[in-house]
């Protein structure tokens, strides 16, 4: 399975691949001499050999399904030195892993650098999946002319500098400090024929909270609502020489990794479109309802 999000970095042969690139990173500035740039090496050996030592604990938990013993792999003798697991305090989904790594480059006894860290620890051994499908009143198009939003309509509306729609997904509980592997939003074209040149429809995260009766200027701190200013994704609308009223599918991993590690941040996505006119998709109150569709790995309970 491919490693997701730093999950399962670092086993023994990616550990041994970094230390070993490490000559290459060391700043040798004018007038070091050999055993000034040797220490400053052994430093940083040590520092890299302790940090993958958390690492690969991180990931024997985890691909162990949660078992905390798994943590505790004794010592690893590399080429460059070796890594030991001192200690693991495990308060789930939340582990702190402590270890001593020694570079042993030199004779006389080499670098030591303990380190301990608190790691958020999940359930790499099943890959989850959800489908999430919000309610009537968590989408909206806000409007520029006019100001009023339209809600509870069976369309979401995009224009460009002229009409946003707002969708809103509400994590499960399940995804609490997930990890999140593949997120693909899907919203349904209704009806509208974008021919222009450079035709595209944006996905952006949200930045503050709405609801159902916002503006296009209301609450926002800026006109036509507060987002990130760049893309989760992009698509073209209408691809080829003709309509296509059908599913356009955004993956937008990082907007839902920030959703499930905070739920505080989740306050939808906006959809921004550029040489679009009046081009209509299907709301939760439509036939076709947008659709959010998440892989993951479960924090470890």
């Known amino acids: 399975m491919k490693a997701q999000r730093g999950i399962l970095l670092l086993p023994v042969a990616l550990m041994l691949a970094i230390v070993g690139t490490l000559a290459y990173a060391v700043t040798r500035e004018a007038g070091m001499s050999v055993a000034d740039i040797d220490a400053q ?36 003798t590399l080429r460059d030195g070796t890594v030991t697991v001192t200690k693991t305090v495990w308060r789930k989904p939340l582990m702190t892993v402590s270890v001593s790594a020694t570079s042993n480059r030199n004779q006389g006894g080499g670098t030591v650098n303990v380190l301990s860290r608190e790691e958020l620890i999940v359930d790499a051994n099943e890959v989850r999946q959800a489908t999430i499908i919000g309610p009537g009143d968590a989408d909206t198009t806000i409007v520029r002319d006019g100001g009023a939003s339209v809600f509870n309509a069976d369309t979401l509306t995009a224009t460009e500098d002229g009409a946003h729609p707002l969708i809103l997904f509400k994590l499960p509980a399940d995804l609490d400090k997930a990890s999140i592997i593949q997120a693909d939003l899907r919203v349904t074209k209704k009806s509208g024929n974008a021919n222009q040149p450079g035709r595209t429809l944006a996905v952006h995260r949200v930045t503050r909270d709405w609801a159902k009766s916002v503006t296009w200027t209301t609450p926002w701190s800026r006109e036509g609502g507060d987002y990130v200013d760049t893309p989760a994704a992009s698509v073209v609308i209408d691809p080829g020489s ?60």
Do not use: H, M
Request: proline letters at 3%; aromatic letters at 16%; charged letters at 20%.
């Open 242 to 301: 003709s309509a296509f009223n059908g599913a356009y599918v955004w993956r937008i991993d990082p907007v839902v990794q920030t959703w499930a590690s905070d739920a505080s941040q989740n306050f939808g996505v906006l959809l921004k479109p550029t040489a679009l006119s009046n081009v209509s998709f299907y709301s939760f109150d439509g036939s076709s309802k947008p659709e959010l569709s998440v892989r993951y790995f479960k924090r470890c309970s």
């Open 41 to 76: 090496y052994d430093i940083e050996v040590a520092r890299y050999l302790a940090s993958s030592g958390v690492q690969y604990a991180k990931w024997r938990t985890a691909k162990s399904g949660c078992d905390q013993y798994a943590a505790n792999f004794g010592t690893l």
